[in-house]
């Protein structure tokens, strides 16, 4: 969706921390989500944040969420080679359908 | 419970063949909706239906219908397929809440239109 951003790509060394970045443009999101894409397979949810929310953690999951820029980040800590996938950030908007909006994936790629 | 089920997994059509791709949740959800997946272009919304009996159109309905045929169901059918519509085809539900609404996906169905 043209509306949540993201980079295309993502390489970092096992072990390391993964931070991928999410930037949209809805002030009236609700909640934001971040979805986990592996190869061959649809989305599973790993994680969410509600919009009065800046922070939330689970596990070695990290969401950051800056309100006032739009942005939002998810860091996988020790990251794994299972970890490689790809990655959607998604917004449910305050108003209107309940559908979500995606934004394009960043794929992971964890080096062993 | 299975989720969200999709049939077919794979699908190869000529250009202006017709076809239908199912999915049904045993969840209970009231919202159902149809995704494509493009590389580089995320997911995009085709149609959805918040409950048994209504359809809306998403960001890319053109080429497509839709029917949601009870509560569990709801087809997509491609009347006369386009080269455009090879795609990655994902259906998902969700419950019917005010509060955070989680999208169940299914497994997906990829669609080549030669």
């Known amino acids: 969706g043209e509306d949540v951003e993201q980079s295309l790509f993502l390489s970092v060394r096992e072990g390391d921390s993964s931070v991928i970045n999410c930037t949209y443009t809805?002030?009236?999101?609700?909640?934001l989500y971040w979805y986990k894409q592996e190869p061959g397979a649809g989305l599973q949810l790993l994680t969410y944040?509600?919009?009065?929310?800046d922070m939330k953690q689970d596990q070695r999951l990290t969401v950051l969420l800056n309100k006032k820029d739009k942005h939002l980040s998810l860091r996988i800590a020790d990251t794994q080679t299972g970890d490689s996938a790809i990655y959607f950030c998604?917004?449910?908007?305050?108003?209107?359908?309940?559908?979500?909006?995606f934004g394009s994936g960043t794929r992971l790629q964890v080096q062993p | 419970n299975a989720g969200v089920t999709q049939t077919p997994k794979f699908q190869v059509l000529k250009t202006g063949q017709s076809m239908t791709l199912q999915c049904a949740q045993d969840?209970?959800?009231?919202?159902m909706y149809w995704y494509r997946q493009d590389p580089g272009m995320g997911l995009r919304l085709i149609y959805y239906?918040?409950?048994?009996?209504?359809?809306d159109k998403g960001e890319v309905p053109n080429g497509y219908n839709v029917s949601r045929l009870n509560k569990r169901e709801f087809s997509l059918r491609l009347e006369s397929a386009a080269p455009s519509q090879t795609s990655v085809y994902f259906c998902?539900?969700?419950?019917?809440?005010?509060?955070?609404?989680?999208?169940?996906f299914g497994q997906g169905t990829r669609l080549t239109v030669v």
């Open positions: 998902a539900s969700s419950p019917d809440r005010i509060e955070n609404t989680e999208a169940f």
């Open positions: 809805d002030s009236s999101s609700t909640y």
């Open positions: 944040i509600f919009s009065n929310m």
């Open positions: 998604a917004e449910r908007r305050g108003t209107g359908r309940r559908a979500l909006t």
């Open positions: 969840m209970n959800h009231n919202s």
């Open positions: 239906s918040a409950s048994e009996g209504t359809t």
